[in-house]
């Protein structure tokens, strides 16, 4: 098992930490959280986390895109400007 290090004092986590740190993110991901099985490896938890994150990551990135393209297109006093910026500022 491999240990952290903080603040200079040696710590480890346990099989059972790590069991239930697994366990924990597995609620979290939709695919994962939707399956029939309680149940699924940790590899198979860190791999769909990590096209979660993935996934989120594009979808921020194609949202912020629209937001730029309806930003450039709006009059900047126009009463659509000030709704976009103030749902921006919540």
Known sequence: ???R???GTSSRITDDQIIELVSKLQ???PELRNRRSKKASA???LHE???YV???HKEVDDLSDRLSQL???VDDDSPQ???IRSLINQ
């Open 1 to 3: 098992m491999s240990s």
């Open 71 to 73: 930003l450039s297109t």
């Open 49 to 51: 986390t990590c096209s």
């Open 54 to 56: 993935r996934n989120l």
């Open 5 to 7: 290090r903080s603040s």
């Open 43 to 45: 590899s198979k938890v």
């Open 27 to 29: 609620q979290h991901i």
């Open 81 to 83: 400007a000030s709704i």
